[in-house]
């Protein structure tokens, strides 16, 4: 049965240290996305990429975050320095894009807590 | 103003109701449309996609209205295990915008 992975499930972690969050989409699918979910804001677009290239991160704030995609299997963000407003659910998902379909298939999310 | 909006509720409403969600879009441009839904401490997951001539799937029917910007989602005969959070989500060259759910809670 296909999954997106995520890890780590959990995360705590005290401001100012690094966290890194990872990923590895469905075989096969070229599109992947990453969500920050707040109860205030809900899910919020941070980035996404297409054949490993991102296409627009205008939703992650750029000087603490970043996203990259080492090779197919594996999507990263990374989160430094964190910071308390940075706690939240992380979800990656991964999809077919280009013209195909655009369901988006979710992990299940890293809960990170910044103290 | 957010790409998607929804009304967040929550929606009480007794098992065997019928109950009626919508959500705005402000991208003129978007292309696609879709229901999502959310348990509780779970990840989002597919419902039905939404097309512009409407389409049913069992006892949900998703409707799209282009001139005025609104999407809809319909459950009939709502059953205990349809208490979720419902989200709206917009698309364009496979940006996927999610609105922040409307929570649905069905009453025994």
């Known amino acids: 049965d296909a999954r997106v992975t995520q890890t780590p499930r959990h995360k705590v972690t005290e401001m100012g240290q690094e966290v890194t969050m990872r990923c590895q989409p469905i075989l096969g699918h070229n599109t992947v996305f990453w969500y920050r979910q707040t109860m205030m804001q809900g899910l919020e677009l941070l980035a996404y990429f297409r054949n490993r290239a991102p296409l627009d991160d205008s939703g992650m704030p750029k000087d603490r975050f970043s996203a990259e995609m080492p090779d197919a299997t594996l999507a990263t963000l990374k989160i430094q320095p964190s910071e308390p407003r940075d706690s939240a659910v992380y979800f990656c998902a991964s999809g077919l894009g280009g013209g195909y379909s655009t369901e988006a298939f979710f992990g299940q999310g890293t809960r990170l807590t910044v103290v | 103003r957010k790409e998607v909006e929804q009304d967040p509720g929550p929606f009480n409403v007794p098992e065997g109701a019928t109950v009626a969600f919508n959500c705005t879009y402000s991208n003129s441009a978007s292309q696609s449309f879709f229901w999502y839904r959310q348990d509780c401490r779970k990840e989002p997951k597919l419902l039905m996609s939404v097309y512009s001539s409407g389409n049913e799937d069992g006892r949900f029917t998703a409707q799209l209205n282009r001139a005025s910007q609104y999407i809809s989602l319909l459950i009939r005969d709502s059953k205990l295990s349809d208490s979720a959070t419902y989200l709206c989500?917009?698309?364009?060259?496979?940006?996927?915008?999610f609105g922040k759910g409307t929570r649905l809670h069905i009453l025994p």
């Open positions: 989500v917009a698309e364009k060259d496979d940006k996927i915008i």
